[in-house]
T-cell receptor
Framework: ETGVTQSPTHLIKTRGQQVTLRCSSQ?????VSWYQQALGQGPQFIFQYYREEENGRGNFPPRFSGLQFPNYSSELNVNALELDDSALYLCASSPDSSPLLSEQYFGPGTRLTVT | QQPVQSPQAVILREGEDAVINCSSS?????VHWYRQKHGEAPVFLMILLKGGEQKGHEKISASFNEKKQQSSLYLTASQLSYSGTYFC???????????FGKGTRLHILP
């Protein structure tokens, strides 16, 4: 059983550019959530996908968007990057349609630096 | 509303006990606990649900006071491997997301 994987590990972008981060869920998991974690802070919920549909969203602007594919892998897209977008981006998968009632398995994250 | 964790940091010697607290201003449906080691992904420890149900690892102990919107994580006979940052995440009643606190840094000395 493979765990949650994310790519790339690190990324440096310039303000105003666009970025796509990828996540491969743990086998058998149909729900994925994305989080932004600033240095020294807890993860902040961006959004969640269940069976390819957005199933909840945190307080992030529309330039943060996502996709979930039929194989339950997922993408996080961020447009018009700002300096404050620099953070660790974590994805987490869970086996349940109610992930709030089950444990989430986190990937190692993508460290995004915006200059 | 982000839950408040206390203490912010704690240093223990191996074998000592610790309690980490999590408090919310909202009525809660569930509380989630995760541990994150430096440079690693958060790892699930426990979920505590309104009504008393708990899901988690056998060696982890926690409580959830629904009336006070507070939860505590109990680490007994601490081991070096317990070092890391502990996050509580809360789900308010009627919400559909988990909001994590800023974390409690735990360092265990040999």
């Amino acid at each position: 059983e493979t765990g949650v994987t994310q790519s790339p590990t690190h990324l440096i972008k310039t303000r105003g550019q666009q970025v796509t981060l990828r996540c491969s869920s743990q086998s058998g998991h149909n729900t994925v959530s994305w989080y932004q974690q600033a240095l020294g802070q807890g993860p902040q919920f961006i959004f969640q996908y269940y069976r390819e549909e957005e199933n909840g969203r945190g307080n992030f602007p529309p330039r943060f968007s996502g996709l979930q594919f039929p194989n339950y892998s997922s993408e996080l897209n961020v447009n018009a990057l700002e300096l404050d977008d620099s953070a660790l981006y974590l994805c987490a998968s869970s086996p349940d349609s109610s992930p709030l009632l089950s444990e989430q398995y986190f990937g190692p994250g993508t460290r995004l630096t915006v200059t | 509303q982000q839950p408040v964790q206390s203490p912010q940091a704690v240093i223990l010697r191996e074998g000592e006990d610790a309690v980490i607290n999590c408090s919310s201003s909202k009525a809660l449906y569930s509380v989630h606990w995760y541990r994150q080691k430096h440079g690693e992904a958060p790892v699930f420890l426990m979920i505590l649900l309104k009504g008393g149900e708990q899901k988690g690892h056998e060696k982890i102990s926690a409580s959830f006071n629904e009336k006070k919107q507070q939860s505590s994580l109990y680490l007994t006979a601490s081991q070096l491997s317990y070092s890391g940052t502990y996050f509580c995440g809360t789900e308010g009643i009627g919400d559909d997301k988990i909001i994590f606190g800023k974390g409690t840094r735990l360092h265990i000395l040999p």
